[in-house]
């Protein structure tokens, strides 16, 4: 079964820095994998996705995330914090073929003025 | 659209009381979910289905029903209500491979 782990349930940047929020999967096909972003007291929003086309992917508010197949991962990075970025973030991975969707438990970036 | 509506926000229950959970989508999308999201422990899987009048258990089904007749609704029934199952429930729809549309979530504390 397919499972995911995110490394740090907080994370805490200056504003400027690099964003870098760690997530692992294990599937037993290759996957299709996904990052949320999740606001106080609201839903979750896709910020991209990874359905075997490019290893490099690019999301919406300057996020990207690779795809390293040899180290099971998809960590997502943002060259430059901005403040607004505060958030929780979800790793989630999907095998695709019944579309059951696994998210990780979750890190917390904290933005440092 | 509307994309995916989750009825109630919120929700105060009686242990032992019973409530449904609605949830529905207008994008047509096979896959549709239920989760749980507890403090630390993420967003878990209750239930799922991946078309009218299939369903099957996700990580935490326990104390939950759930049925798909149409494919637009989904509801999540809470059978006897218990103080464990305090939490955020998020419903969520998709077609195979493509990205989840998720509800705004419900509420629900159980006293």
């Known amino acids: 079964a397919q499972s995911v782990t995110q490394l740090g349930s907080h994370v805490s940047v200056s504003e400027g820095a690099l964003v870098l929020l760690r997530c692992n999967y294990s599937?037993?096909?290759?996957?299709?994998l996904f990052w949320y972003v999740q606001y106080p007291n609201q839903g979750l929003q896709l910020l991209l996705k990874?359905?075997?086309?490019?290893?490099l992917v690019k999301g919406i508010n300057g996020f990207e995330a690779e795809f390293k197949k040899s180290e099971t991962s998809f960590h997502l990075t943002k060259p430059s914090a901005h403040m607004s970025d505060a958030a929780e973030y979800f790793c989630?991975?999907?095998?695709?073929?019944?579309?059951?969707?696994?998210f990780g438990k979750g890190t917390r970036l904290h933005i440092l003025p | 659209n509307a994309g995916v509506t989750q009825t109630p926000k919120f929700q105060v229950l009686k242990t032992g009381q019973s409530m449904t959970l609605q949830c529905a989508q207008d994008?047509?999308?096979?896959?549709m979910s239920w989760y749980r999201q507890d403090p630390g422990m993420g967003l878990r899987l209750i239930h799922y289905?991946?078309?009218?009048?299939?369903?099957d258990q996700g990580e935490v089904p326990n104390g939950y029903n759930v049925s798909r007749s149409t494919t637009e609704d989904f509801p999540l029934r809470l059978l006897s209500a218990a103080p464990s199952q305090t939490s955020v429930y998020f419903c969520?729809?998709?077609?195979?491979?493509?990205?989840?549309?998720f509800g705004q979530g419900t509420r629900l504390t159980v006293v």
């Open positions: 969520a729809s998709s077609n195979p491979g493509s990205r989840a549309f």
């Open positions: 599937s037993s096909v290759p996957p299709y």
């Open positions: 990874y359905t075997s086309a490019a290893t």
């Open positions: 989630a991975v999907s095998e695709g073929r019944d579309d059951k969707i696994i």
């Open positions: 994008m047509n999308h096979e896959y």
């Open positions: 289905s991946v078309g009218a009048g299939i369903t």
